[in-house]
């Protein structure tokens, strides 16, 4: 008895509907406030890689809060865009505006005040150039992705994850005031990873995706092809990401980045070699794990090559 009560899922529980606690955890909800904590980890990162962060530490500080409310603000757009689809995904139908829970007007106010106040606190602590990148990392989600490319396209994401990539770059110009090298092969290290994070989701959500009408690529050119199209994404992420070593002569970071890289690819090629069974869709589930798990450590593995370098270790 008591082993199968071990053994039994934690089930935590569900705050009152109605209460203080449901309200917070639906804008939380609302903001994608998960994603975006991985959004604005890869934007400190941008900023612990530039020259004298400390110096300017309130612009960092800013702009870190700015991308988490304009991040936040572009979940909300998402969700304030396509309630029915996702009404109609399994992953999807318990999110506060999809089931009620929050109505569209509400919604709206509270992505207006998000967007307001990053705008505000990056036009007053940051620069120009930080804030229209903000600015069109929350467009090009909001907008320009959810409404325009996820119902037309099979290669959204691909177009879209540019939105998603740009933190490093936004992080790294709030400190600077400038473009440079390192944070743009940053953007184009999470340009390229983007597929490979999302497509293994597309995989095991194909027949929700296919039920609501979505074009992803499962659901159009079939999972042998999606398979393929995450093995070149995941060996184009193993080679981008061995730039910023070459860049820094940052042999720790390489050290990491290699072996994750490696890792990653051959973890798309085994979901590619799989029969297409649950037993694919529970890999490619732990594939897209992978993907975040990853990516914290490939920017984890940027700071621990800086700080090796600043204390002389290497
Ligand atoms: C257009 C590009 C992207 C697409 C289409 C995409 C898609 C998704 C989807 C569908 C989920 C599942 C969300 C859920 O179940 O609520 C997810 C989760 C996640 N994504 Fe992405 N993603 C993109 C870009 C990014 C970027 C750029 C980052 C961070 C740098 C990121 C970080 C994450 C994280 C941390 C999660 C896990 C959230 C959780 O555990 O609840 N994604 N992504
Ligand atoms: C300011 C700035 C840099 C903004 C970044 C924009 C941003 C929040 C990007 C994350 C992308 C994301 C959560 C995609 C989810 O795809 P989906 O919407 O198709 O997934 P869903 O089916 O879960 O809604």
Not at 159 to 169: F, H, I, Q, R
Not at 219 to 235: K, N
Not at 241 to 270: H, K
Not at 283 to 299: G, N, T
Request: charge should be positive.
């Amino acid at each position: 008895m008591a082993k199968s009560l071990s053994n039994a899922p934690r089930i935590l529980p569900l705050p009152e509907p109605g209460s203080a606690r449901q309200l917070l955890r639906d804008l939380w909800v609302l903001a994608k406030a998960r994603v975006v904590s991985l959004l604005v980890f890869t934007a400190a990162v941008g900023e612990l890689l530039a020259p004298a962060t400390l110096s300017h530490w309130p612009a960092a500080l800013a702009g870190l809060v700015g991308i988490a409310l304009a991040g936040g603000a572009g979940g909300v757009l998402n969700q304030i865009v396509e309630p029915d689809l996702d009404q109609h995904m399994r992953r999807t139908h318990g999110r506060p505006l999809a089931n009620g829970r929050i109505g569209r007007s509400g919604a709206i106010v509270y992505a207006l005040i998000l967007m307001s106040l990053a705008i505000a606190i990056l036009a007053i602590w940051t620069n120009p150039l930080t804030l229209v990148l903000t600015l069109l990392g929350t467009v090009g989600y909001g907008v320009v992705y959810t409404l325009y490319l996820k119902p037309s396209t099979p290669w959204n994401i691909v177009w879209g994850g540019l939105a998603g990539a740009l933190p490093p770059l936004i992080g790294w110009t709030a400190v600077t005031g400038q473009l440079a090298a390192l944070p743009v092969v940053l953007v184009a290290l999470i340009f390229v990873w983007t597929p490979a994070h999302f497509w293994p989701l597309a995989i095991y959500c194909r027949r929700d995706y296919a039920q609501a009408c979505i074009p992803m690529l499962p659901v159009t050119h079939g999972v042998d092809r999606t398979r393929r199209e995450v093995v070149r994404y995941a060996l184009a992420t193993w080679a981008v990401s061995m730039i910023p070593a070459l860049l820094n002569r940052d042999w720790i970071y390489g050290a990491i980045a290699f072996g994750a890289g490696a890792w990653f690819v051959v973890m798309a090629l085994r979901l590619q070699r799989m029969a297409i069974d649950a037993d694919m869709d529970r890999y490619a589930r732990r594939l897209f794990a992978f993907s975040i798990s990853y990516l914290f450590l490939i920017f984890t593995a940027l700071l621990l090559g800086k700080a090796a370098v600043s204390y002389g270790l290497v």
